[in-house]
């Protein structure tokens, strides 16, 4: 009877160190299991938040579809997965759907023009809308050479807020004459252009130049903060008669014409285009400090005539 009951404890041991091992060996795999998916959901994660610069694109006639131009020459055909995150065209302070559409080669009418004529003949990758186009009429198909669109991704419309941009008009340029004196004072030269170019928020543009002497020509371009500082950008340049800060100017300083701002963490941005007789160049600038730095964007597009 004894022999009996020292089997059958031992038995019943037996069964409980069985059992616990199989729910250690349960515990363990539930917990690697666990484990994969938090990694898994980590990666996706790490994924979801890898944001990418936004870049200006060159639209067809109708801004249906649009092209981040590549030289398939210098760089590889396929796009690398990065590019596929582009989701929007940002365009007049809207933005809309757009989904990567592959590879589009360059052919032999490629003029290596920039603009929605040769659009289908040249080399890039190719984004279209998802649905509709951003000109049902096409009233002016300069407008399309000039306002470029903005290909951003996810990162970019969860985190930019858009300013509300306006342009000055002439009720507007008496409003910083106490800034013009000190300016003068600061330079020691006279002012022969001061303009209030455009307001966004509660921040304004300005384009300054000053007489010129010795064929030294000073431009600035003012941005007036909200508290009434100001940060000033110089642009000095030998005086030619025609041509001076850019091709054709005649000698007048345009400054920067701002196509819309933001705030990126907090700092402005200020997206520009800068237009001459044969392109245009689109720059994004942004406020560090007391400067005005360039930033991630310096695009240029070929338009010159046929």
């Known amino acids: ?14 069964i409980v160190a069985c059992t616990s091992k199989k729910n250690k060996s349960g515990e363990a795999a539930k917990s690697a299991d666990t484990e994969a998916v938090a990694n898994n ?34 760089t590889p055909t396929d796009a690398p997965d990065d590019v596929k995150n582009y ?32 659009f ?7 984004f279209k809308m998802q649905k509709g186009k951003l000109m049902e009429k096409t009233d002016n198909e300069w407008d399309m050479f000039w306002g470029k ?29 106490d800034l013009k004196a000190k300016l003068e004072k600061q330079y020691n030269k006279k002012i022969i252009k001061f303009k209030v170019n455009q307001f966004f928020g509660d921040y304004a543009l300005l384009t300054v130049q000053f007489e010129t002497i010795e064929n030294k020509a000073l431009g600035l371009v ?4 909200p508290d009434g500082g100001c940060i000033v950008k110089e642009y000095p ?29 907090g700092s402005l941005t200020l997206y520009t285009v800068s237009e001459g007789e044969e392109g245009a160049s689109y720059q994004n600038y942004v406020v560090q400090g007391d400067s005005l730095a360039d930033g991630s964007i310096s695009n240029y597009f070929y338009h010159a005539p046929d």
């Open 222 to 225: 003012v941005l007036v903060k």
């Open 87 to 118: 989701k929007y065209i940002l365009y007049n302070g809207v933005y809309y759907n757009v989904e990567f559409a592959g590879v589009q080669p360059s052919n032999e009418a490629d003029n290596g023009r920039d603009t929605p004529y040769n």
């Open 149 to 177: 669109p903005l290909l951003v991704d996810e990162c970019f419309k969860r985190d930019v807020k858009l300013l509300e941009t306006k342009n000055a008009d002439d009720s507007d340029q008496g409003k910083f004459n």
């Open 41 to 74: 959901a980590a990666v996706d994660a790490q994924n979801a938040e890898k944001c990418i610069a936004p870049v200006f694109v060159l639209a067809n006639k109708d801004g249906s579809a649009f092209l981040l131009h590549q030289n398939f020459e210098e």
């Open 120 to 126: 289908e003949n040249r080399s890039g990758w190719l």
């Open 237 to 265: 340049a030998e005086w030619y008669e025609f041509s001076v800060w850019r091709e054709g100017d005649e000698g007048e300083f345009y400054g920067l014409d701002v196509d819309f701002a933001t705030l990126e963490q």
């Open 1 to 14: 009877m004894k022999q009996k009951l020292i089997i059958t404890a031992f038995c019943a041991l037996a």
